[in-house]
């Protein structure tokens, strides 16, 4: 470890602690939260190499060399020197250039994607579920309604692509997905499916989920049935409070 | 000794795997095993029996496949043969892509492929009967796409009559193209050959060489292998491949409204929006759908694909809106008897006897129309009128082409349109019908007095926007259309000033920085020398 210079050393724990910034953090920091961290980062190694005299000429010296040069250094030297006072010129100007420049892209619209479910929907269960003699049956039931309604849009193999899925911005749920129907309760799904994309909640807007209110379309029964047919069918259990 | 025998099963097991690596071709699925997957899998669409209908199969168009007359549309052996195995395990594994049916080679195994091919082919007769090997289209040696090549294929276009179904530029709408029907006795429309992403077996010149060589079974489209050796093949597949673009479009979800310093002509043959015109920009491309969301709904729309370009000038805004339609429709227009007019020469041995059980359908036309969607008044925040015609809350602004007439209306909800007073309609527009193709301009002030009902356009602001386009020979009026989602439409402003001057100085500020600094260096180390 002595062997390494000291800005070899600073040089390494800017950029671990940059990596770690970027890829250790979950869910992933915002760019600008990086920027800032790492400016601080920056003047805490500052700060550092400057408290001792012996670190600072450590640490600035061959930084000094490079910037002033020697009369009678090599060709390859010079060139990188050239090369840096252009390169980082350059990177600020476009910097700048991209910071002035209007932006096209569209209006980013943040949105609670399993919002609470209102309080006449929270605890309801399939009444489908415990009916062990008929499940098969149900199931089936529930097989047709979806292959008539729903596979439009949430496709034949319930992963989301569906003929009409690609003309809906947002896409039409992937049942299939480990992070779907898996995670939720049942009644979330019978509330989701029975007021659709409009009967969304405040923090859930834009409404821009094409979800139907399926409960002017299917009878309570075959919303319950459809269910049973989904967790059925990817092999996933209803998540529970238990 | 317990490695050897761990090692000796594993030999054991692996081996049938590595047998199924390349399976020989006819057979090596297991008819049960394909049961067990297509019980599962295919019998909502297919069907118990094979027949073609399971529960989806209503509302589907084209409808699944009926295995038990034993027609395969795809396939590389001549017309009227039956498929191959990979044939089928082809259309299992990659699915027919603009239909119902998937891709399952995410979902389904190598080996589950082939037993669902074999238990597919327990459904009918003619794979039993089919003992010989079958022959199979061999492709030449390719002849490259090239001004010549499509010219020549042109040429052989119009020789072999395609026009008479495939429109003559192509786009589905031939004279004989509304009364095709298939051998169940279903409608069907010969394919729209400038939109290849649609076409289900593969939109390359290699997939079209073989549709044209092997002809449809099951369907009006013949094979032309009778009239085209492999060089000739070469030259149609590469015509057709050409009516497409070169790529399929991408989907940028903001339309960006260029800056014009003329009127906005409202005639779309105007130089202005061809290539090189102030609006000769490339179109925008968006996916149709058909409305599924609200009561009553529509699951077989004619219209999938529209393409819009927008310009503005300092007063106005216009639109160039494009679509594809097989027929123009006007409201009263009578509407042609699927399986009457069909020549019968032409389609040979598929011609059949049509289904007289079907029930009446209406006889005449509703008219083609297209409405271009906004918010009435631009919401606050996030929120959106909801995308099928607005909600009780907030409402839409719809500009409206109906069959040549302009009107504008908002909208509450999918069935509570109101028109604005004819008076007071401020869009103008222009443009029809021409080969399969609409096209059609509207355009209207940036700014209008009726602040409540009418979107205000401002520059460097996004607006969203939508579409909804109806095919009168399809039955589509009231909730009955095709819909788009919400885009964006931005009036691009002028890069500013800034763009300009900061950058520059930024660059020469920090290069100025680095020089001084460098210049002390050397100083300081002079002076202690």
């Known amino acids: 470890m002595g062997r390494i210079p000291l800005i ?45 005299q012996d670190d600072a000429d450590a640490f600035f010296g061959p930084i000094k060399r490079f910037i002033a040069g020697d009369d009678n250094e090599g060709g390859l030297r010079k060139l990188s020197r050239v090369v840096v006072f252009i390169a980082i010129p350059l990177f600020f100007g476009f910097r700048s250039y991209n910071s002035n420049m209007p932006s096209f892209e569209p209006p980013i619209q943040q949105r609670v994607i399993h919002p609470a479910p209102p309080t006449q929907f929270v605890g309801l269960y399939n009444p489908y579920r415990e009916d062990k003699e008929h499940f098969a049956e149900n199931v089936a039931a529930g097989g047709k309604i979806f292959f008539e309604n729903c596979v439009f849009c949430h496709g034949d193999k319930l992963d989301g692509n569906g003929i009409f899925a690609d003309g809906f911005n947002l896409r039409p749920a992937n049942f299939t997905d480990p992070t779907t129907i898996s995670m939720l309760q049942e009644a979330f799904l019978f509330w989701r499916i029975s007021k659709g994309g409009i009967g969304l909640p405040e923090e859930s807007t834009p409404w821009d989920s094409a979800m139907p209110r399926w409960e002017a379309m299917l009878s309570e029964e075959d919303r319950w049935k459809v269910i049973l047919f989904l967790y059925d069918y990817t092999g996933y259990a209803p998540r529970t409070w238990e | 000794m317990r490695t050897i025998l761990s090692l000796f099963f594993f030999l054991i097991l692996a081996l049938p795997a590595f047998a199924d690596e390349k399976p020989a071709s006819g057979g090596s699925g297991n008819v049960e095993a394909g049961k067990v997957i297509y019980d599962k899998r295919c019998i909502f669409c297919h069907g118990k029996e094979g027949a073609g209908d399971g529960p989806a199969s209503e509302r589907f168009s084209p409808k699944p496949r009926d295995f038990t007359m034993g027609l395969f549309k795809y396939r590389t052996t001549p017309n009227g043969m039956m498929p191959t195995d990979d044939d089928l395990f082809k259309v299992v594994s990659h699915g027919l892509p603009g239909t119902g049916m998937p891709a399952w080679d995410d979902v389904l195994s190598e080996q589950d492929r082939r037993d669902v091919v074999a238990y597919i082919k327990t459904f009918s007769e003619r794979f039993a009967k089919q003992t010989e090997p079958l022959p199979v289209v061999a492709i030449g040696a390719e002849i490259p796409s090239s001004p010549e090549s499509i010219e020549k294929g042109r040429e052989l ?11 003559n530029e192509g786009r589905g709408n031939g004279p004989s193209a509304l009364t095709l029907t298939d051998d169940k006795g279903d409608p069907i429309l010969p394919r729209n050959l400038t939109l290849n992403w649609h076409f289900r077996g593969g939109g390359e010149a290699k997939d079209i060489y073989m549709r044209i060589n092997t002809g449809l079974n099951g369907t009006p489209m013949p094979s032309f292998t009778d009239s085209l050796d492999n060089e000739k093949s070469w030259h149609l597949a590469n015509y057709v491949r050409s009516l497409s673009p070169a790529t399929r479009p991408a989907m940028d979800v903001v339309i960006k409204s260029k800056k014009v310093t003329g009127a906005i002509p409202t005639d779309p043959a105007d130089p202005f929006w061809q290539a090189g015109g102030e609006g000769g920009q490339d179109a925008n491309w968006f996916p149709m759908v058909g409305q599924v969301v609200r009561h009553e709904r529509h699951f077989t729309p004619t219209v999938r694909d529209i393409f819009v370009k927008s310009v503005f000038n300092q007063d106005e805004i216009g639109f160039l809106i494009s679509w594809n339609d097989p027929s123009e429709s006007k409201e009263g227009d009578p509407l042609p008897t699927p399986g009457g007019a069909v020549e019968e020469d032409l389609f040979g041995s598929f011609g059949q006897e049509e289904d007289s059980s079907k029930a009446a359908a209406p006889t005449t ?44 209306s908002n909208s509450n909800g999918i069935d509570k349109e109101t028109m604005q007073a004819q008076e007071g309609v401020a869009i ?26 009418d979107t205000q356009f401002e520059v460097g602001k996004f607006t969203s926007i939508a579409f909804q386009a109806r095919d009168g020979h399809n039955g589509e009026t009231g909730t009955k259309m095709s819909i788009s989602h919400w885009y964006f439409v931005l009036l691009e402003p002028e890069t500013p000033k800034e763009v300009f001057i900061y950058p520059p100085l930024v660059f020469l500020a920090v290069l100025g920085f680095e020089l001084i600094l460098r210049w002390r260096l050397r100083k300081s180390n002079d002076s202690k020398k």
């Not at chain 1, 940059?18 to 939260?33: D, H, N, T």
């Not at chain 2, 276009?157 to 429109?167: A, R």
């Not at chain 2, 906004?374 to 409206?400: H, I, M, T």
């Open chain 1, 8 to 52: 070899g050393k600073v040089g390494i724990i800017w950029v671990l602690m940059y990596l770690a910034l970027k890829f250790l953090v979950s869910p992933p920091l915002p760019s600008s939260v990086i920027f800032m961290y790492m400016s601080l980062v920056t003047v805490c190694v500052l700060l550092y190499v400057s408290v001792f």
């Open chain 2, 157 to 167: 276009f119009q020789k072999l009559e395609c026009f008479k179904c495939h429109g």
């Open chain 2, 365 to 408: 036309a509703s008219d083609d129309a297209i409405s271009v969607q906004f918010p009435s008044v631009k919401p606050e925040g996030f929120k959106k009128p909801f995308f099928v015609r607005g909600d009780d809350k907030l409402s839409v602004n719809l500009w409206n082409w109906t069959a040549g007439k302009l009107s504008e």
């Open chain 2, 428 to 453: 103008q527009g222009a443009g029809g019908y021409k080969e399969g193709q609409y096209q059609i301009v509207l355009k209207r002030s940036l700014l209008s007095d009726d602040k409540v009902n």
